[in-house]
């Protein structure tokens, strides 16, 4: 079993940068899929980037590509969100989730942190 906590969320205005990060316990962490994902007030929880156990393939949406830079830290049980350039449109309730599937469903993810607020001020 994966326990999540995530954090580093906050105000930030268009154009900063955040760093999020996602703490992770259970001695399987290195072996699951981690991703990351986001919902904004009145829409539906969407994928934002993914990392599999080994690090090496990332994934992202197109809305991100360029400006969010997913990694992780097996050593750690941390896996992180870079975030740059920053869009009021990326306003909402980061998660983090763990899958043992290498997916961008948010179905397929069977653990997920709290969520942490980021707000992007124009």
């Known amino acids: 079993q994966v326990q999540l906590v995530d954090a580093g969320g906050g105000l930030v205005q268009a154009g900063g940068s955040l760093r999020l990060s996602c703490a992770a316990s259970?001695?399987?962490?290195?072996?699951?899929?981690m991703g990351w994902f986001r919902q904004a007030p009145g829409k539906e929880r969407e994928f934002v980037a993914r990392?599999?156990?080994?690090?090496?393939?990332?994934f992202y949406a197109d809305f991100v590509k360029g400006r969010f830079t997913i990694s992780r830290d097996n050593a750690k049980n941390t896996v992180y969100l870079q975030m740059n350039s920053l869009k009021p449109e990326d306003t909402a309730v980061y998660y983090c989730?763990?899958?043992?599937?290498?997916?961008?469903?948010?179905?397929?993810?069977?653990?997920w942190g709290q969520g942490t607020q980021v707000t992007v001020s124009s």
């Open positions: 989730a763990a899958s043992p599937e290498i997916s961008r469903s948010f179905r397929d993810y069977n653990y």
């Open positions: 259970g001695r399987t962490f290195s072996a699951y899929t």
């Open positions: 990392i599999t156990w080994s690090g090496g393939f990332t």
